[in-house]
């Protein structure tokens, strides 16, 4: 199984601070890397995938990089709706695992 | 529009069963992939199963290899994850998610509401 590995666990941040996530895969792959957002309560909601293609309706401040096993996710201006949690998600293989999430907060 | 709606709110008692049910609409059923993920509380995203709707092959994650069985029903388009032997670590909200069959990249585009099963005696 490919292991996903998400750094920082959490983070603190203001309004219009720019933010960012890495995740490390345990062997490489292209562009089959995928990027959620959870919000309390809700389902997790698809903002990114296959690296850096955005989900259609989501925001442009959203965006990301990477290759082989190092993925970034970026967000330019963080918005008081983007205090959440953050996943990555590899579809290289099956089973499709996850990062084990990045909680950004208010600071 | 795309829908997933999933059963509602389950309690059993350990060692029971659960059947959780995930029915797709405003989509042709057979052309995307349903998997499950379950999400124990306050905890992170944990794959569990992949159907394909088209011919009903499914992949089970290791862990819950022997506990869970996933169907579906074409005439309803309706994908049933079935949970058995049920134990406390199993409470969690648990989702349905589709992925596109035929593209070239693969990713969980649209989420069902999530099923909430609590397990205590």
């Known amino acids: 199984d490919i292991q996903m590995t998400q750094s920082p666990s959490s983070l603190s941040a203001s309004v219009g601070d720019r933010v960012t996530i890495t995740c490390r895969a345990s062997q490489s792959f292209t562009t089959y890397l995928n990027w959620y957002q959870q919000r309390p309560g809700q389902a997790p909601k698809l903002l990114i995938y296959a690296v850096s293609s955005l989900q259609t309706g989501v925001p442009s401040r959203f965006s990301g990089s990477g290759s082989g096993t190092d993925f970034t996710l970026t967000i330019s201006s963080l918005q008081p709706e983007d205090f959440a949690t953050y996943y990555c998600q590899q579809s290289y293989s099956t089973p499709r695992t996850f990062g084990q999430g990045t909680r950004v907060e208010v600071k | 529009q795309v829908q997933l709606v999933q059963s509602g709110t389950e309690v059993k008692k350990p060692g029971a069963s659960v059947k959780v049910s995930c029915k797709a609409s405003g989509y042709t059923f057979t052309k995307y992939f349903l998997h499950w993920v379950r999400q124990a509380p306050g905890q992170g995203l944990e794959w569990m199963a992949i159907i394909n709707p088209r011919d009903g092959s499914t992949t089970y994650a290791q862990k819950f290899q022997g506990r869970v069985t996933v169907t579906r029903d074409t005439s309803t388009s309706t994908v049933y994850m079935d949970l058995s032997s049920l134990r406390s670590e199993d409470t969690a909200m648990f989702y349905c998610?589709?992925?596109?069959?035929?593209?070239?990249?693969?990713?969980?585009?649209?989420w069902g509401q999530g099923t909430l099963v609590t397990v205590s005696s």
């Open positions: 998610a589709r992925e596109p069959a035929e593209m070239d990249t693969y990713y969980f585009d649209y």
